[in-house]
């Protein structure tokens, strides 16, 4: 059974910097088209960014291009996300997915697994 774990959400300050990882076991990591996706309160689960299994391809949301980046070592089962000068609007829980396949999508529908997500909390 394939397992996702984010960790490094927390609270952050407008403007500030955080780095999540989503660390994945039970499946061969390297196979999965990677992908982080956002939810806040009272929304639906948006697509932040994703990479294709070798890392050579990545997509981003407008929404974060330029302040957000997308990585990951497939030697250590781990994707990340570095989040760059936070701005308010992003306060919410934020998920890693994989699927099975050569890249990332945008559609949620699109992954076959999803971590438990952790919260982000941005503060002014």
């Known amino acids: 059974q394939v397992h996702l774990v984010e960790s490094g959400g927390g609270l952050v300050q407008v403007g500030g910097s955080l780095r999540l990882s989503c660390t994945v076991s039970?499946?061969?990591?390297?196979?999965?088209?990677m992908g982080w996706f956002r939810q806040a309160p009272g929304k639906e689960r948006e697509f932040v960014q994703g990479i294709a299994r070798n890392g050579g391809g990545t997509a981003t949301a407008d929404s974060v291009k330029g302040r957000f980046t997308i990585s990951r070592d497939n030697a250590k089962n781990t994707m990340y996300l570095q989040m760059n000068n936070q701005k308010p609007t992003v306060t919410a829980n934020y998920y890693c997915?994989?699927?099975?396949?050569?890249?990332?999508?945008?559609?949620?529908?699109?992954?076959?697994?999803w971590g438990q997500g952790t919260q982000v909390t941005v503060s002014s």
């Open positions: 997915a994989a699927r099975a396949g050569m890249v990332s999508r945008s559609t949620p529908y699109s992954y076959d697994y």
């Open positions: 039970g499946g061969t990591f390297s196979t999965y088209g």
